[in-house]
């Protein structure tokens, strides 16, 4: 999800110096060589950084550079997440590792299973990718966890950690054990991501992935994995509505599923008051408004039943890195709604603030009149409902 990137003075550093100025110079270059020059010295600061937990100078230099509008922020953005996910090992003569995710959409009305993965099911797994997703000399670890947003690294440097761990059990062909009650609780939504996260390993400069062979097709990979490895991950969300994702590096895998989670949550939504409410679609309204702290953070969507202004649940679409005032968010909000039945779409376009709920800090939706109000349930259908509905 998009950072929140707020005015500050970030104190000027030896290392923030460094870093803005190799790339910086990335950013300028002109040619492949040079490229090739800068991020070999790019690379090795953030791996000094990332070993030393210099999580504040990466953010803080990041935040400088997306303020300034530099195009140093993309090349500098992408240089931390790929020395946070990758690892060059030098056994067995030279190994390339990189840390991957399989992102997994659920929805449920009950809650959404999270936690440690039972070994069958960990072996089965393995057997999948092995076949469909990576490349024929490629050796894999799996951590046995299936991971909730809560429960993946929340910075760069516990990313770089985790990917350090598990490249070691790649080489090794290893999977890696997690004790469950060192994780994170995981609150219960309606709809939400959970993540299988491993690591794969090749000979340097081998492929990785089955699309990179000769007759390797991303696509198929895709279609095999969501077949067979599908099956392989249901019995892990039960009584769940799925959808499968790619199997990508960690960090583009968690983007995808960011983006793919918002027009899933407004399906699930119409779903779920499809079934507690015994009413078709086209029966709810949809209520969408922008909602601004410093800046236009998202849009909330509050669904009623025509004819009644009573809000019964809502739906956060959050803005993404790069998405602003600019961004055609509305138009990709009612297009989701409509593909999910439902038909009567208010657009409202006055500036609503950021506002939670007192008690529960849940979010605030709006409703026709224009007004954020708490959404609730008719109290029959509550008590069947998840605790978090957004």
């Known amino acids: 999800m998009k950072r929140n990137r707020l005015p500050r003075r970030a104190r000027q550093t030896p290392d923030s110096e460094l870093l803005t100025r190799l790339a910086t110079r990335l950013s300028q270059s002109s040619n492949r060589i040079e490229d090739a020059y800068w991020e070999v010295r ?39 997440e790929s020395c946070a996910e990758t690892r060059r090992v030098e056994a067995g003569g030279g190994l390339d590792t990189v840390m991957i995710a399989a992102p997994v959409l659920a929805w449920s009305r009950f809650q959404i299973p999270s936690g440690n993965i039972p070994a069958a099911q960990l072996d089965a797994l393995r057997v999948h990718l092995q076949a469909h997703v990576l490349a024929a000399d490629a050796k894999l670890s799996l951590s046995d966890v299936l991971y909730s947003p809560d429960q993946l690294p929340q910075n760069y440097a516990d990313t770089a950690d985790l990917a350090g761990k598990l490249a070691k059990a790649a080489v090794h062909g290893r999977n890696l054990k997690f004790d469950p009650a060192q994780l994170p609780e995981t609150m219960n939504f309606l709809s939400d991501t959970r993540y299988l996260v491993g690591a794969v390993a090749a000979p340097r400069g081998a492929a990785l992935f089955r699309w990179q062979e000769d007759d390797g097709d991303p696509a198929e990979s895709f279609k095999q994995w969501t077949m067979q490895g599908g099956e392989a991950l249901r019995p892990l969300l039960p009584a769940c509505a799925l ?54 953070e998202e849009f909330r969507i509050g669904f009623t039943q025509r004819g009644n202004s009573d809000v019964l649940h809502g739906v956060v679409w959050p803005l993404l890195e790069h998405e602003d005032e600019t961004n055609d968010a509305p138009t990709q909000i009612e297009a989701a709604l409509r593909e999910s039945g439902v038909t009567n779409v208010l657009m409202l376009d006055q500036r609503f603030p950021l506002e939670f709920c007192d008690d529960c800090g849940a979010p605030l939706y709006p409703n026709p009149e224009g007004e954020p109000v708490h959404a609730e349930l008719p109290e029959e259908q509550a008590e069947t409902a998840p605790r978090h509905l957004h």
């Open 42 to 80: 790019l690379a090795t600061h953030i791996d000094h950084l990332l070993a030393d937990n210099g999580e504040e100078t990466l953010i803080a230099v990041l935040d400088h550079l997306y303020n300034g509008g530099s195009r140093a922020y993309d090349e500098l953005a992408d240089m931390i």
């Open 243 to 296: 959808e499968f994702m790619p199997v990508l590096a960690y960090h583009a895998a968690v983007r995808d599923a960011d983006r793919a989670s918002r027009p899933w949550s407004l399906r699930a939504a119409v779903a779920f008051l499809q079934t507690v409410l015994n009413q078709p679609a086209g029966e709810l309204r949809a209520v969408v408004a922008p909602f601004h702290d410093r800046q236009l």
